[in-house]
């Protein structure tokens, strides 16, 4: 069935393998995948999804200004969106009704929260509304699930506040549990 | 392990029912569980958690300024907050860390997103930050997987604005799969 | 869509509640569900699924020798069945087959497990090929997950052998989770 | 907590890219991981473990006569098995109590069922016992998910019967949704 699909994860467990290995499987059996990913400022061009994996393809980018229903055109199976905490609201919206009133899988992958805990006001809308969630697991260092993530400076100190997202920075980002995430340890 | 918990679901998908099983579960292993569910306006009192099934039992209420470490004074096993739609995004972030730092299980049940498709501030929350989210099902007329969530006026018309929360009205709420809350049938 | 689902917990995690709950909402629509629970012995007769939190109904009772198909006769948009541990691989294969080829979901609820660890036989067929596996939770006296189930005899001592099912005996059994099982302790 | 997983799917899901991924996230935080895969004939020896996407590892084979408790000495943060439906029930509950005394994560990967909708004796222990089921999905060619797996001999004829596992042959697999299994369409 047709359906809006966010699988959300903290950094670094796998979404973009994940990604990847869903548009192999479209295309081995001869059918069409879109695939998008954000954007760094404002024009849309072309991106790359790559997988730590040392795995990589191009991609479309996505705007606040993309539609996404000229997607349609090209008949895809399947569309498939990195970095999905990036959309706006909007196009979440604009995703959802494409996925069921247009029978076409929208599958997103993103981060639920910043740095801070804040939820991503993309992701807030896919929590809210995408018909499936679907949860990809990593690991904290002490071994626990990570379902937070936390922001270092370039000396490795654990930095609290700024813009939720830092271009060109040296800061660094790690996946943890949620007792790190509140007490500093875990 | 101590986890907060969000169950959500559309309408009458049997969350309340799910909820007084799970205390059963406690209780019946000698356990002590304290029960939550929303008050009606702002002054904390007694509620009572019901179930379609016909089976209730009294809960404390919550209220914007309840805070809910008072309760680890009874050393509860798990706590369970019913319609945790209506906590704050506040409330939410203290049973985060009382779970983790207090080692007891919070187990929140509530709705999405209110009639107009719009996330509830608290279950925005809880989606964000919860460590386990789990769907409860229930289904549309039509048989599929219901969602969203409609609103009715007394005449059975389908009512697309208005207050999020109706405290006394004659409206009606039906759950339904995406294609009929966007396009009116399925 | 129609599926073949198998809801499989360790004992009193709420499987008959869930059913009574899921039954509920279909007839609350106008839709008509059928219900099975298994005999005790090997002629269909009368039976009852009843739920710890004290509701009940009336069901069918299936014995090896039930064939699923007559039930299509009266339209059910879903069926139910209870204690499905207690079906034959023959009767879950036909149940796949019919919620496939006739479109009607049908919801099985059972045990994976008996006191010895060992798979049921309906359970394995069920665990093999239904289309979702769904985990309903339960707790051990230690607080964490119970996916197992353990025998006692009317003394209290923990019994490892003996017949799979024992129909009128004095035993009790306890779910419990994988350290109690192997270790007796936790 | 350390539990035993098994992550099933169909063929061609994505289960050996997602055993990869898992293993350089934990080797990413210095951590141990030892991978297993099956050994094509009954001696121990030396295998690999590689995705359709193209990346691929060594790793150690395992025969019907492994034992892996000798792996914890080299105290791993996790022990990964792929094509683990050839795993004996021996061995699967011997994974089980290692994962629960020993504290060691165990996830395995694998088929449910092959060419005949037969369950492979690995996987139904593991279905039976695993703490936590995880499915994997992949498509059908009409694009719903395929949960079964079907045989053509070299002219592309669908085959019914035959060994279990066929090594050297020219036989090729489909995952197919169960219309499909059961019908030959969809």
Do not use: W
Request: glycine share 8%; charged share 25%.
């Amino acid at each position: 069935m047709s359906k809006l699909y966010f699988r959300y994860a903290a950094m670094n467990a796998g979404k973009s393998t994940n990604l990847l290995q869903v548009a192999y499987n479209y295309e081995e059996r001869g059918q069409v995948v879109v695939i998008y990913t954000a954007g760094l400022d404002d024009r849309a061009g072309r991106g790359v999804v790559s997988s730590r994996l040392d795995v990589e393809r191009p991609a479309r980018t996505f705007s606040p200004e993309t539609s996404f229903a000229e997607t349609l055109a090209s008949r895809p199976a399947c569309i498939l969106i990195d970095e999905a905490q990036f959309l706006t609201p909007a196009q979440v919206r604009e995703l959802h009704r494409l996925s069921h009133e247009h029978r076409v899988p929208v599958i997103c992958y993103g981060l639920r929260t910043d740095f801070r805990g804040a939820g991503f006001a993309g992701s807030l809308e896919l929590l809210a509304i995408a018909d499936t969630l679907e949860e990809m697991k990593t690991i904290c260092r002490c071994g626990r699930k990570a379902t937070m993530v936390i922001r270092h400076d370039e000396k490795g100190e654990r930095i609290f506040d700024g813009a939720q997202v830092q271009v060109g920075g040296n800061e660094t980002y790690e996946s943890v549990c949620p007792s790190r995430f509140y007490r500093g340890s875990c």
